[in-house]
C-alpha cells in the first residue's frame, strides 16, 4: 500500500471481482484490522444467451472471500450504464473511423462512474485491484505513479479518471508485482488464488469484439487500395473491423499486408505492402483533448504509450493550444492510430500526467 495513505479512519468500498487481484485487496485490509465493504459489480452480457460467461462463477468466489474476512458483499447492477455509456462512447467513436478503448473509459464511467453515483458515494475510499500506485506530494497533491510490474501497470487504464476519482481511489496491491500477489494468494490459500487472470475487454469477457461490433453497427462492405498505387487488393466488411497497424486477418493474397490508413467517407481501407512497410510508422502526430489526472503540468521531455505494452517512448511535446501537442518521438512508433489515447508520463515514466486522444 501506498506510504501516504492513512486509511485505518476511512470508510472503504472494495470492489471484489472473483479474480485474484482484488481478493488480495480484502486481504490487504484486513490485516490492518479493517472490515471494508465489498461490491460486486454486476454487468450481463445484453440479451443474448450465448454471450453470458464466467459471472457465476465470479460472483460466487467474490461471495467466498468476502465472508471469509467477515466483510459484506453487495451486487450493484451497473449493466444499463455500462451498454449506455461505455457501448455509446465505443460505437460513436468506432463509426467516425477512430480506434476506442473500452477498457480506459470503463474507469472513468463505470468502476469510478456508475458504481460511485449508485454505493461509491457513500465511501471515502474506493480501493481496487489496479497494479498502479499513488503519491502524494508536499502540497498534498494526489498523482498516478507507475506498478514495478511493467508488465501489468494498468496506470494507462486509469489515464481519463477525473481528479476527484483519482483522489477516491485506492490501489492496496499496486506496489506489488504479480507474482507477488499470487504467492500471497496461495499462502493465505484463498479461493482464487489460482484462477486465471481475465482477458479481453473489461466487462465483455469472452464477447468477441467483432461480433459486440458487428450487433452495432452491422457490415458496411467497401475497398482496400494499395496506398501508395491506389490499386485494389480487395474489399472489406467494414471499416470498424480493422485498426490501423493491424498486419494479420486482412486475408488478402500476396501478402503481408499492414492497414495504414481509413478514409471514412468513401469507405475505404488503406494498406501497405511488406512486414514493416514506413507507412506503418509515425514520428511525430497530434493529440487533442489532453485530460490531466492531478492538475495541468508543464510538459516538455516526457515518455508515453499508446498500447497496453509495458514499453515507454520517449518524446518531446510541443503545445499548439489548449489541450492540443505534438508529440515528437525519439523513435518512429508503429500503428499510431486516430481515437487511441496518447497516455504521456514524466520523463522516467513514474508519474502518469494524464492522457489525450490522438488525432487524424
Ligand atoms: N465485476 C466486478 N465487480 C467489482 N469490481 C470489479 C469487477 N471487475 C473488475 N473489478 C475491479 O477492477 C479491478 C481491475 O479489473 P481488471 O478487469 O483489470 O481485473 P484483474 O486485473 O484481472 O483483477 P482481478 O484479479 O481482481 O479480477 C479489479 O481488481 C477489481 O477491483
Not at 49 to 64: F, I, P, R, V, Y
Not at 191 to 219: H, M, P, W
Request: glycine share 8%; with cysteine; hydrophobic share 35%.
Amino acid at each position: 500500500m501506498n506510504t501516504t495513505d492513512n486509511i485505518v479512519e476511512k470508510k472503504i468500498a472494495v470492489l471484489l471481482s472473483g479474480g485474484v487481484d482484488s481478493s488480495v485487496v480484502v486481504y490487504e485490509l484486513a490485516r490492518r484490522g479493517l472490515k471494508p465493504d465489498c461490491f460486486y459489480i454486476k454487468i450481463g452480457p445484453e440479451e443474448e444467451a450465448e454471450w453470458d460467461c464466467t459471472s457465476e462463477e465470479d460472483l460466487e468466489m467474490a461471495t467466498a472471500v468476502a465472508s471469509r474476512y467477515g466483510c459484506r458483499l453487495e451486487v450493484v447492477d451497473c449493466h444499463k450504464e455500462y451498454w449506455d455509456r461505455v457501448t455509446r462512447y465505443t460505437m460513436d467513436k468506432v463509426r467516425a473511423g477512430f480506434t476506442p478503448n473500452p477498457d480506459v473509459m470503463c474507469n472513468r464511467l463505470i468502476k469510478f462512474g456508475a458504481f460511485h453515483e449508485k454505493r461509491g458515494r457513500d465511501y471515502d475510499l474506493i480501493a481496487t485491484g489496479h497494479y498502479a500506485c499513488t503519491e502524494t506530494d508536499a502540497e498534498g497533491r494526489k498523482w498516478l505513479v507507475t506498478s514495478p510490474d511493467p508488465v501489468k501497470d494498468q496506470t494507462d487504464f486509469l489515464a481519463q479518471i477525473y481528479d476527484w476519482q483519482l483522489r477516491k481511489a485506492l490501489f492496496p496491491i499496486g506496489h506489488y508485482v504479480k507474482d507477488e500477489v499470487r504467492e500471497i494468494a496461495l499462502r493465505e490459500h484463498l479461493v482464487t488464488a489460482r484462477r486465471k487472470d481475465s482477458q479481453g475487454i473489461c466487462f465483455l469477457g469472452k464477447v468477441n469484439y467483432n461480433d459486440y461490433l458487428r450487433r452495432y453497427l452491422g457490415e458496411r462492405p467497401g475497398d482496400v487500395l494499395e496506398l501508395e498505387t491506389g490499386k485494389r487488393i480487395g474489399s472489406h466488411r467494414g471499416l470498424w473491423f480493422h485498426t490501423i497497424g493491424q498486419r494479420h486477418g486482412l486475408g488478402f493474397g500476396g501478402g503481408p499486408w499492414y492497414a495504414v490508413k481509413k478514409d471514412v467517407e468513401r469507405n475505404i481501407l488503406y494498406v501497405s505492402h511488406g512486414f514493416e512497410p514506413r507507412t506503418a510508422y509515425r514520428q511525430d502526430f497530434p493529440i487533442h483533448d489532453f485530460h490531466f489526472l492531478t492538475m495541468p503540468v508543464d510538459m516538455q521531455r516526457i515518455t508515453f504509450k499508446i498500447r497496453h505494452t509495458p514499453e515507454y517512448h520517449p518524446a518531446v511535446l510541443e503545445q499548439t493550444g489548449p489541450g492540443s501537442y505534438i508529440v515528437h518521438a525519439e523513435q518512429p512508433i508503429q500503428g499510431v492510430a486516430p481515437g487511441q489515447f496518447c497516455v504521456v508520463y514524466d520523463e522516467r515514466h513514474h508519474r502518469c500526467y494524464g492522457s489525450g486522444e490522438i488525432t487524424v
